[in-house]
Each structure stands twice: as structure tokens, then as C-alpha cells.
Nanobody, 129 residues
Framework: QVQLVESGGGSVQAGGSLRLSCEGS????????MAWFRQAPGKEREGVAA???????GYADSVKGRFTISKDNAKKTLYLQMNSLEPEDTGMYYC???????????????????????WGKGTSVTISS
């Protein structure tokens, strides 16, 4: 049974920082491609960042230079460091894992949760202006 649990969300002012974590269990963690998604109220889910099993990363244009995706295989934890936060970054953030959906191009095309095998329940991020 694969489980992903996100944490680290919260409410901060614009310009602030947050670090999201996604702890995994029950699988060969280092072999999966991982990604962060977000969903704002009334909007579809969108990819934010992707991290392949070989370490290759990719980002949405809206977060490039501000967000960094990384992972610690020993801790089975995926991270998303978010700096210079903007009100437009508000939403529920989800981590996801899949053996086959790898690379930013594939992640960017996903708006339906059924497209990736495993998802966490999400952590809420609210940025005030």
C-alpha cells in the first residue's frame, strides 16, 4: 500500500516562504517519479514541479526561480521550497507519485487525479497580500 502524506502548509503574507513536505511509505521510493500539484478554489488541478527518479526537475513557468523541488530518499520525503510567495500561489497542494508519468512535459498535461497512481490528501497554502 502506497501512502503519501503532505505537511507544511499554512498562511503567510506575500513575499514569505514555506516548505512543503511529502512523506512516503510502502514502496520503492527512489524508483518513482514525483510531482507537486496545486488546486485553487474553482480552478482545475495544475502541475507545479516534477522530479524524476534520475534527479531531473521541471517547473511551471509561474513558479520558476521561486520554487524548488527536491527529495531525500533515505527519509522517503519529497520537498517543495516556496519562496517569494504570491497571492496567486494560494491553493491546496498535493504530491503525487507514478512509475510511468515522468518529466515536466507529462506532469504539465495532467489536470485529472486519475492520471497518476498515488496522491496525498493535500496541504493548504494561503498567501495574503
Amino acid at each position: 500500500q502506497v501512502q503519501l502524506v503532505e505537511s507544511g502548509g499554512g498562511s503567510v503574507q506575500a513575499g514569505g516562504s514555506l516548505r512543503l513536505s511529502c512523506e512516503g511509505s510502502g514502496y520503492a521510493y527512489s524508483m518513482y517519479c514525483m510531482a507537486w500539484f496545486r488546486q485553487a478554489p474553482g480552478k482545475e488541478r495544475e502541475g507545479v514541479a516534477a522530479l524524476d527518479s534520475d534527479g531531473t526537475t521541471g517547473y511551471a513557468d509561474s513558479v520558476k526561480g521561486r520554487f524548488t523541488i527536491s527529495k531525500d530518499n533515505a527519509k522517503k520525503t519529497l520537498y517543495l521550497q516556496m519562496n517569494s510567495l504570491e497571492p496567486e500561489d494560494t491553493g491546496m497542494y498535493y504530491c503525487a507519485a507514478d512509475f510511468r508519468v515522468c518529466g515536466w512535459a507529462m506532469v504539465a498535461a495532467i489536470h485529472d487525479p486519475s492520471a497518476m497512481d498515488y496522491w496525498g490528501k493535500g496541504t493548504s497554502v494561503t498567501i495574503s497580500s
